[in-house]
């Protein structure tokens, strides 16, 4: 208990209870993945960008100690920002952060790595006409669209080429049907419809 005295008095002024208390905070930090989202697939030759946000209320930001684990291939390493290559299989990636009070939180996401070694060559028949029947003169090149179903196609890949009529597209996953379509490119940029859609069964 404090006391107070007042000089030249020998009363004693005391401090109420309720007054003779120091609050002491110590809350266990926060960490939050901001890349990649939950549910990624990638091919086993990618690298994975890890990236996450950790603040503690006593400590401040304190990201560049968070810890990367993988149920599947262990330690990744520390850092706010890390590149890993992960072995295949749906692993759990667990983000840990602990303040300088020992008090730690942890999030994690799912990534499934992919043995992505299909491949298909795909072939078409460069246009020669414009959409209003015109010749055409400025064609720069193709773009190649694949996905697992028709309505789900995603940009692969771009070649820059006007001459080109065949490419091989590489790291897809086997025994899954895959769809395909092109698109023509003039000098300008402008891009054409999609081809008639393709499909391959990959093994």
Same mark, same amino acid.
């Given at each position: 208990m404090l006391s107070a005295c007042g000089g030249g008095s020998? =009363?004693?002024?005391?401090? !109420? &209870?309720? %007054?003779? *208390?120091?609050a002491v905070s110590d809350a266990a930090p926060a960490v939050t993945i901001t890349s990649p989202s939950s549910g990624l697939e990638v091919g086993a030759q990618n690298s994975i960008s890890l990236s996450a946000i950790a603040e503690d209320a006593e400590d401040g +930001?304190?990201?560049s100690n968070v810890q990367w684990q993988s149920d599947i291939d262990g330690n990744l390493g520390t850092g706010a920002n890390i590149s890993v290559q992960l072995s295949v299989g749906t692993h759990t990636i667990t983000a840990t952060i602990a303040d300088s009070k020992d008090q730690s939180a942890e999030t994690a996401i799912s990534i499934q790595v992919n043995n992505l070694s299909g491949m298909a060559t795909i072939s078409w028949n460069p246009p020669t006409r414009n959409t209003d $029947?015109? +010749?055409?003169?400025?064609?720069?090149?193709?773009?190649?669209y694949v996905g697992e179903s028709a309505e789900a196609l995603q940009s692969v890949k771009t070649i820059d080429d006007p001459s080109a009529y065949s490419t091989l597209v590489e790291?897809? =996953? &086997? %025994?899954t049907t895959y769809y395909? /379509?092109?698109? /023509?490119?003039? !000098?300008?940029g402008i891009e !054409?419809?999609?081809? $008639?859609?393709? *499909?391959k069964d990959v093994r």
């Open positions: 020998d =009363k004693v002024a005391k401090i !109420s &209870p309720d %007054n003779d *208390t120091v +930001d304190i990201s $029947n015109s +010749d055409l003169q400025d064609l720069a090149g193709f773009k190649i790291e897809l =996953k &086997p %025994n395909f /379509a092109v698109t /023509a490119i003039n !000098s300008h !054409s419809d999609y081809s $008639n859609i393709a *499909t």
